[in-house]
């Protein structure tokens, strides 16, 4: 036990020497940085500009600030005037200007009147594409509403007379007959019966899963390094093995130290106990799948290659940003893929430990027969 200590103590200040080994360390704490900074500022899909031609209590007026208290993905900005909110515009500062008209209450009372419909807000946009389009579709949505009320108490009082119902009864008379229900019966569904491939998972996680792979493949090029310059050369071939392995606790459980505190601060992390878990299962199948490609490889130069290719189709392959289950099998040759899917579901975290133990099972056949043909 002494002589592993004392193994682990030394390949850690071996490590910290790297300088590539610091610069992977690194990477989380700039990535935590970029997001916590991202997070803090203010976001929307689109910026629409909002200019009303009209005084304090006018229905215009109303409308405008309605937009700037709701919370949305769509963020407004006030403008005094329409020449301010066209400036804005031509600077690219807002992606669309809303113009009010001074008197909307009254125009849209008198085209319920006519039984017609005309445009009444001036809509100025830089280009038309699909999140202008839905934009136009939240403005409408804000003032058909009061369109129909007064088609509804013109056709009253056409009726009935003018002077049958007041606009006090008719409004109340309105809000009691409009449908108060939820078109939706929203329910949560059971974890445990839910299908785990439905869920998408957070793309931060996942981005911090693929940084662990890669810190795996630095494991692995340190390792051939070290055999190529014959530190191993006085170990038995059959004991190389477990020392590849070393080489890669070492590194990750460093790297999944700074997995858990990236995760912490980014509020991803949940359950400490099935975190730490899933965490350590993952740590063993980065082990293992690196390790194989190792023994398969064995060049730096050919592993330098694949590692790109590999984190590309990591990305693609594993529930990064979204999980695509027409792929099929394919996805589970990746570490990610269970570690991603464990944190949700109890099979796959089953499926992870499979993959680890199934893996070094796989690494420990290869060594053997590395043993016979050397």
Not at 95 to 101: C, K, M, S, T
Request: hydrophobic letters at 50%.
């Amino acid at each position: 036990m002494k002589r592993v200590l004392t193994w682990f103590v030394l390949t850690e200040k071996r490590l910290f020497k790297k300088i590539s080994y610091i610069v992977v360390l690194l990477m989380v704490p700039v990535l935590v940085w970029g997001l916590m900074r991202g997070a803090r500022q203010e976001a929307g899909m689109v910026t629409i500009g909002l200019y009303a031609d009209a005084g304090e209590g006018s229905f215009s007026e109303a409308m405008v600030r309605k937009f700037m208290e709701e919370k949305s993905i769509l963020k407004y900005e006030i403008f005094e005037t329409e020449e301010a909110g066209r400036r804005a515009l031509e600077e690219s500062r807002v992606d669309a200007l809303w113009i009010f008209p001074k008197d909307l209450e009254e125009e849209l009372r008198a085209l319920a009147k006519k039984g017609r419909i005309r445009p009444l807000v001036r809509v100025i946009e830089r280009e038309d594409d699909v999140a202008l389009i839905f934009t136009r579709e939240v403005l409408c949505s804000r003032i058909f509403p009061k369109f129909v009320y007064f088609a509804y108490v013109d056709y009253v009082k056409s009726h009935l007379g003018e002077e049958a119902v007041s606009e006090e009864e008719l409004q109340e008379i309105y809000d009691g007959i409009l449908w108060k229900g939820n078109l939706f019966s929203p329910e949560v569904m059971d974890q445990k019966k839910a299908d785990a491939d439905s869920y998408v998972l957070s793309p931060v996680r996942g981005l911090l899963s693929i940084w662990l792979v890669l810190a795996g493949f630095a494991a692995l090029l340190y390792y051939i390094m070290d055999v190529r310059k014959g530190v191993y050369d006085m170990i038995p071939q059959r004991k190389r093995l477990a020392y590849a392995f070393g080489m890669q606790g070492v590194v990750l459980l460093n790297c999944g130290i700074v997995f858990l505190g990236a995760c912490r601060i980014l509020g991803v992390l949940g359950n400490p106990v099935r975190e730490v878990v899933a965490l350590l299962l993952f740590l063993i199948a980065i082990s293992v799948f690196c390790t194989f490609l190792g023994m398969v490889l064995r060049r730096e130069d050919a592993i330098g290659v694949l590692i790109p290719f590999a984190v590309l189709f990591m990305v693609v392959l594993c529930p990064v940003f979204l999980d695509l289950r027409q792929i099929g099998a394919i996805r589970g040759i990746f570490p990610p893929y269970f570690y991603l899917k464990s944190i949700s579901s109890g099979e796959y975290l089953v499926n992870l430990a499979g993959y680890a133990v199934s893996g070094l099972l796989l690494c420990m056949l290869m060594n053997l027969r590395t043993q016979k043909n050397s």
